[in-house]
């Protein structure tokens, strides 16, 4: 890639940093240069979060319909995957998914809520009151 | 010690990799050569593991290699801890910072609270450096940043826990003592660092790794509008053109890189050969964006034929055949 070729377009990182990128200068030798962003990339972030919200939606209506629990929506929402959410709750990844189920979750005690709503960075009250 | 001074550089860990051993006093340390002496440059898509249900493919070699074969290379003593405790975690790295040393830390990017919201994943191998405290506020230096910033206890203590998938579990690692290096050394460990890649590259005996793993993938792009649909395989696409050119790449799968080493290596070891090489690289790299611009066309619904899933596959091909030219010539070329 030539120096004159970096692109500078908007993206996320506006605000956070410019990222480095090796260049060819006009000697034809390597330095770096600083860009603000590249279109071509900021567009497949910006489609994996519209997939992130389509899907987070989509488990908010799985709970209110009563298919699954809040589990399986707070999952969604802070974009973990079932060997994230065991890490940070200490549970097998068996025990979560049958913490997905509705009438396994209402019974589950506030103890092992608690773990969850830990993980998530919500309240106890918030996950029992499914109200996203 | 004497001040710190903030480098950023393209990559994390090379990044760590320079400013950790620049402070040891190894002057010459630029991120190209941290990555040549590790033997950065790979390719792999993943076996058995999806990201969002899509492929998971790295353009660099493990987490943790580049800092670990560099400073082995360079015979750097290295004295690296992973803990059970938090609380241990936190003592063991306030003991360091005040005996006056500066380490580098594995941390998640979920919880790193100065990252923009867009870019927290659940992605652990990020690294940074931290270089003093005040009390109970860490200065920290992100090699990917354009300056340094603090971070308080618990934010710091939350990213090194950080769980999923190579969890950091507190993992701290610094270089233990300040060793001569000499030209001699120098010249020696790029040339290993070099054949390392040339292996690494060509003769991994599996398909999904190196110039075979990117026919790999191609064969499997040509699919995934049949298998998966356009929607679908468009995010597909959007994931391996992230792996390639997010922050910390250097562009173009860290092949620009890899070429900037080569450059560097040619003058240090005073063959003009190399600099051949890094053009084949430099190429490589272009193709690798040429690739990232017809991807995009399907991931933003422009074209979406199989015609252009199959065009994106071919561009993949021909990476793969210029990589294996470029490499099977690295590969002859008598270093001494």
Known sequence: ?132 | MSEYKHIQTAHCENGVTVSLLRRQGLDFMTEPLAFGLGSGLFYIHIPFLKVNGGPAISFRSMPGSIFNRTCKTLNVPVERKKFKSELEAEKFLDKQLDEGKTVGCQVGVFHLPYFPKEYRFHFNAHNLIVYGREGDNFLVSDPVMETTTTISRAELTKVRFAKGALAPKGHIYFPADSPIVTEEMLRKGIIRGINRNVRDMLHIPATITGVRGIKHTAKKVRKWRDQVGERQGGLFLGQIVRMQEEIGTGGGGFRFIYAAFLEEAAEILGNDQLIGISEQITKAGDLWRDSALQMAGIYKGRITSQKDFDHAADIMVEIANAEKKAFQDLGKIKLK
């Open chain 1, 1 to 132: 890639m030539k120096k004159e070729n970096v692109p500078q377009d908007k993206s996320s990182l506006e605000n956070f940093t410019r990222e480095v990128c090796y260049v060819k200068n006009k000697d034809g030798k390597y330095e770096t240069e600083l860009s603000t962003g590249w279109e071509t990339k900021s567009v497949a972030l910006e489609n994996a979060w519209e997939e992130i919200n389509r899907r987070t939606e989509e488990a908010k209506n799985n709970c209110l319909a009563g298919k699954s629990s809040p589990v399986a929506y707070y999952l969604e929402l802070r974009l973990m995957d079932i060997p994230v959410l065991a890490g940070y709750t200490g549970f097998f990844s068996w025990q979560i998914k049958r913490h997905m189920k509705p009438h396994i979750f209402a019974k589950l005690s506030d103890k092992k809520l608690e773990k969850y709503a830990s993980a998530f960075d919500i309240s106890i009250t918030e996950l029992k009151n499914f109200n996203p």
